[in-house]
């Protein structure tokens, strides 16, 4: 009786009935393609996202690797400020000179630095600025006393910089804009340097360094 069931309930199936079980109608298949696309879709626009993330955080870390490596250059070069006034063609100059600000042709620091102790360097007369290209640009001068038209070496240490104040603290412990900050003060070097850096991007950063005045 079992199968003959089966044979009368196979035989009641159209022909019409097998080509729908057996396959899809194009409505099917377009909604398939639909679904496939939109898939693709995301899946570019998140790995886009991905990569332009990605680029993102890598841009920045070197970004801020170039800032700690001013910083570190810098406080090192302050660090071995020499109370010693300096002879050029212009005549004297004091041991620091603190300009209250920079110009096209002057820096905004210069100081006398001795060698380091590792010996890798010379004493010499360096001096920061900011430049017209955004850039604070490292000045290197050939030694302490200059001769009549000796120039300095100019290289950029750090880009896309808007501003660049510097600040210092004198004997009164008071912050003063220019050094030095009295006639008494050319072998002198202040007690301590205040630096703020304003980037073209918005960021601002604020350090204090102690200096062995």
Same mark, same amino acid.
């Given at each position: 009786?079992?199968?003959?069931?089966?044979i009368?309930?196979?035989?009641?199936?159209?022909?019409?009935?097998?080509?729908?079980?057996?396959?899809?109608?194009?409505?099917?298949?377009?909604?398939?393609?639909?679904?496939?696309?939109?898939?693709?879709?995301?899946?570019?626009?998140?790995?886009?996202?991905?990569?332009d993330?990605? @680029?993102h955080?890598?841009?920045?870390?070197?970004?801020?690797?170039?800032?700690?490596a001013?910083?570190?250059?810098? @406080?090192?070069?302050?660090?071995?400020?020499?109370?010693?006034?300096?002879?050029?063609?212009?005549?004297?100059?004091?041991?620091?000179?603190?300009?209250?600000?920079?110009? *096209?042709?002057?820096?905004?620091?210069?100081? *006398?630095?001795?060698?380091?102790?590792?010996? #890798?360097?010379?004493?010499?007369? #360096?001096?920061?600025?900011v430049?017209?290209?955004?850039?604070?640009?490292?000045?290197?001068?050939?030694?302490?006393?200059?001769?009549?038209?000796?120039?300095?070496?100019?290289?950029?240490?750090?880009?896309?910089?808007?501003?660049?104040?510097?600040?210092?603290l004198?004997?009164?412990?008071?912050?003063?804009?220019?050094?030095?900050?009295? *006639?008494?003060?050319?072998?002198?070097?202040?007690?301590?340097?205040?630096?703020?850096?304003?980037?073209?991007?918005? @960021?601002e #950063?604020?350090?204090v360094?102690?200096?062995?005045?």
């Amino acid at each position: 009786m079992m199968f003959s069931a089966d044979i009368h309930l196979g035989a009641m199936v159209t022909p019409a009935a097998r080509n729908r079980v057996c396959g899809f109608t194009l409505i099917e298949l377009l909604a398939a393609l639909l679904i496939l696309s939109a898939l693709a879709l995301m899946s570019y626009r998140g790995l886009g996202a991905v990569l332009d993330a990605r @680029e993102h955080v890598t841009a920045e870390t070197e970004k801020w690797r170039r800032v700690a490596a001013f910083f570190a250059r810098f @406080e090192r070069d302050i660090s071995l400020a020499a109370p010693r006034p300096v002879r050029s063609g212009s005549g004297a100059q004091p041991a620091w000179f603190g300009r209250p600000d920079s110009t *096209s042709t002057e820096p905004r620091l210069e100081l *006398s630095r001795f060698a380091s102790a590792a010996g #890798i360097d010379r004493p010499r007369r #360096i001096a920061y600025g900011v430049n017209q290209n955004q850039e604070i640009e490292l000045w290197l001068w050939p030694g302490l006393d200059l001769a009549p038209g000796a120039a300095a070496a100019r290289y950029p240490v750090l880009t896309g910089v808007a501003m660049m104040d510097l600040q210092y603290l004198d004997a009164r412990l008071a912050w003063v804009d220019t050094w030095p900050a009295s *006639s008494g003060d050319a072998a002198l070097i202040p007690r301590a340097v205040r630096l703020r850096i304003v980037f073209v991007s918005g @960021e601002e #950063i604020l350090r204090v360094f102690a200096l062995n005045s």
